[in-house]
């Protein structure tokens, strides 16, 4: 049969459900009266009540579109080895016997890449075992599929057997997006959006605005869809995409391979767009077929006014790009939006302007990114011509298959061993170099220049060294490259010397575009049990001695036996300017602990500014007159049950939706956050996670409220009881230790489901009152 899992892709938990999503579309449609963008089709028809929601929204787009918040059903949810941890540990606490929607966890951001694919594989496994066992263990017990180390990346696995027009779906990994290259809408989210999923919590996301970009002409045959999607970050900077869904229209779209259109859709996510979204298309059709989905390919045929943009739809901007004039581009170095055409980047390494002798350090192909079969096959097809003259690759040439059906398939049609004869190494099936998993002692910290076809390349993010120049290209020209060594190279133009003392120039690169006999799966213990019936016997795997995993407690709910008042907070500090999700739970060496929230939590607001004495990560007891770190301090609230409130400035939590930044605070006890303004997703973590959180009503009585001042609420029980008025304005009674006492006024944007979820302690707790009654 076509494609690796034949009989799981038949499975109905993956067949989209276009009966349903026709007829809510048909709700919108009398609700909306205008034609709609192929974004708000697939959004709005997953709405869980598309009449309320969109009541009165007429004829003008920008009465929903950056305004009004859908809370949506989702289809799917694929969760990454690191962000699983703690997903899968907040679902625990909230005790329902499985999954809500279909789901699926993979194992590839923790594989590291270093001598080869088997031994880095057994290796990391080893060093990794303990959180590979605890995955798979929960996935058993709650139904959801479980893809081993070594399966491949989650986005190339999620395009291979999940991702289908039309669905909504959910990852907890930024490129997420790659999955909307089949046509759906899939979006990269945090934990604790994961849990709204698995919990089937309507999913919230404020109604993006739709940034079209039209496609007319054709691909010349150098240039491939990475080239496009190099050329459109650069046109609309790392963030021209935020709060757009990016909607590919034109001509020129139905040319693409539906892979390619996986490619521009990851790299969606370096503009900081939701996602992108494309029209379905042949080709999109045929890797169905080709992956074990004809069926899905003949479902989605009758499901077409679903999944094309109505003629006379209205965008909020527009980007023309015309496939004609495209050349090969390169971007870098240490952002994603430095776009320069392959002939003007030559012409400036040869002027010195990236490093000194114009050597490239390594050349690195395959990541979720760009390892679909049609990426290898066009790279083994230059491999070979330079082979054939006795060629071999002048720097390291490392390939990163993005799954084992792409690594085994590659292997039987002679692909792999096209690349091998040039020098290549075949890594995992995994992120490896690039996620930073990537060892390369021989470096040193030296300046030096990579080139790859991954899709980011900020400062240290392969490698860990400040100094690596990371370029940005199509798989192509990276492999084209890599036979010069060095960036001053034109593939499309210059001649190389074969060892024979000829010159040698590159025809441009050919190849089928899927494999003409089928995917093979390979290794078939990899592929897991579709939607398997969950097993609640399961045990749990954490050992009670480990230091990466530990089960979380629920959080207790102040509020008992009706008092509705927070009476005996303690202000443990008035927090100074930007806190981003960064300063209250920091990355780098502490990503070890992400399931581990109490040694995760030794970091909690390191990097905050105490706005007392102006120092970071400072802050005082009165009692004792103890000062310490912020940590420290909290903890010994902690240890005398001593529950307290932070004050903090303007946008406090921005940054990424690490729902660590929440669970952290709360864990030491803390009750209430009373800030000048708070970062949304920050906001609706902290009240998921059953923290109070207010706001100034006159932003000058920010510097009232001192650390040590006992602080209590005076009428939030107006606000909080079951029947509360959602109009009250919360006052806060503050006392100073000289017993001096004043009240301050706040405001809020609580809706009746945070409170909901502030009264039961936290939303999980809220969830689990209600599948006892
Ligand atoms: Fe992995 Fe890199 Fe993609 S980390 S998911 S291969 S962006």
Request: proline share 6%; glycine share 8%; hydrophobic share 40%.
């Amino acid at each position: 049969a076509a494609g690796g899992v034949p009989l799981a892709s038949r499975h109905p938990s993956r067949r989209p459900p276009y009966e349903r999503l026709l007829k809510q579309l048909k709700v919108v449609r009398e609700t909306i009266d205008r034609p709609l963008t192929l974004a708000e089709k697939i959004l709005y028809s997953h709405l869980i009540d598309p009449r309320q929601t969109l009541s009165g929204a007429g004829k003008d787009p920008s009465n929903v579109r950056a305004k009004r918040y859908l809370p949506l059903q989702v289809d799917r949810l694929a969760m990454q080895d690191a962000s699983a941890q703690m997903a899968l540990l907040q679902f625990m606490t909230c005790g329902l016997p499985q999954a809500a929607v279909p789901a699926s966890v993979h194992c590839d951001h923790l594989i590291q890449a270093f001598e080869g694919a088997a031994a880095d594989l057994k290796r990391s496994i080893a060093s990794n075992s303990e959180v590979f066992a605890f995955l798979e263990s929960a996935c058993k017990k709650y139904g959801i599929e479980f893809w081993g180390p070594g399966s491949g990346i989650i986005h190339q696995i999620v395009l291979e057997n999940y991702a289908a027009p039309g669905l909504l779906m959910l990852g907890t990994d930024s490129h997420t997006p790659n999955a909307s290259g089949l046509g759906c809408l899939a979006i990269g989210v945090g934990g604790a959006d994961a849990v709204d999923a698995l919990t089937a919590t309507p999913w919230e996301l404020q109604a993006p605005k739709v940034l079209n970009i039209n496609l007319t002409g054709t691909l010349s045959p150098w240039c491939t869809p990475k080239d496009i999607i190099l050329h459109v970050v650069g046109a609309l900077t790392v963030r021209g995409g935020t709060g757009n869904i990016l909607e590919y229209t034109g001509p020129g779209l139905s040319t693409l391979p539906a892979t390619g259109l996986a490619t521009m859709a990851n790299m969606g996510a370096e503009m900081g767009a939701t996602t992108s979204a494309f029209a379905y298309t042949e080709p999109m059709g045929a890797y169905l077929a080709a992956t074990g989905r004809g069926h899905i390919a003949k479902d989605a045929q009758g499901a077409q006014s679903l999944l094309q943009p109505d003629t006379g739809a209205e965008y909020d901007s527009r980007l023309e790009v015309n496939l004609d004039n495209l050349e090969p581009t390169i971007n870098g170095p240490f952002t994603p939006d430095l776009a320069t055409p392959l002939s003007t980047f030559v012409a400036r390494a040869k002027a010195g302007d990236y490093v000194k002798d114009a050597k490239l350090s390594a050349a690195l192909i395959g990541s979720c990114t760009n390892s679909s079969y049609a990426d290898m096959a066009r790279c083994a097809s230059l491999a070979r011509q330079a082979t054939e003259r006795g060629m071999k690759v002048a720097t390291s040439f490392d390939v990163t298959p993005g799954s084992e059906q792409v690594r085994a398939t590659v292997e039987r049609d002679g692909i792999q061993e096209d690349l091998a004869k040039a020098g290549a190494r075949v890594l995992a099936n995994a992120c490896g170099p690039c996620i930073g998993q990537w060892d390369r002692r021989e470096l040193k910290g030296e300046e030096n220049v990579i080139l790859t076809s991954f899709n980011r390349n900020f400062r240290g993010r392969n490698d860990g060294n400040a100094k690596t120049q990371n370029m940005l290209a199509s798989p192509e020209i990276v492999t084209a490259m890599a036979f010069a060594g060095r960036l001053d190279f034109n593939p499309i133009t210059d001649t190389l010397k074969a060892p024979d003392g000829s010159d040698f120039r590159f025809e441009p690169p050919s190849g089928e575009e899927l494999p003409s006999r089928g995917f093979t799966p390979g290794d078939e213990s990899y592929l897991p049990r579709p939607c398997p019936e969950p097993i609640a016997s399961t045990p749990i795997a954490i050992s009670p001695t480990s230091s990466r995993l530990e089960p979380l407690e629920a959080f207790d709910t102040p509020f008992k036996s009706g008092n509705y008042e927070l009476s005996d907070m303690k202000c443990l500090l008035r927090i100074r300017g930007k806190c981003t999700t960064d300063h209250i739970s920091a990355a780098g060496p502490w990503l070890k602990y992400k399931g581990h929230l109490s040694n995760l939590a030794e970091n909690t607001l390191i990097g905050a500014m105490n706005d007392q004495d102006g120092q970071v990560n400072s802050a005082h007891d009165l009692e004792g007159d103890v000062r310490d770190t912020i940590p420290s301090i909290a903890k010994r609230y902690k240890a005398r049950s001593q529950p307290w409130m932070l004050v903090a400035d303007h946008n406090y939590g921005e940054g990424s939706a690490r729902e660590h930044a929440a669970l952290q605070p709360r864990f030491f006890g803390c009750q209430l956050i009373l800030a000048r303004s708070i970062a949304r997703i920050a906001e609706t973590n902290l009240r998921k996670q059953g923290v109070l959180t207010l706001l100034f009503a006159d932003e000058n009585d920010y510097s009232k409220i001192d650390a040590g001042d006992a602080v209590q609420t005076v009428n939030l029980a107006d606000l909080l009881k079951p029947d509360g008025d959602l109009e009250t304005q919360v006052r806060v009674r503050v006392t100073k230790p000289d017993g001096k006492a004043f009240e301050i006024a706040t405001k809020h944007s609580l809706s009746p489901a945070h409170l909901a979820w502030i009264r039961a302690g936290s939303a999980l707790n809220l969830i689990r009152e209600q599948a006892a009654l």
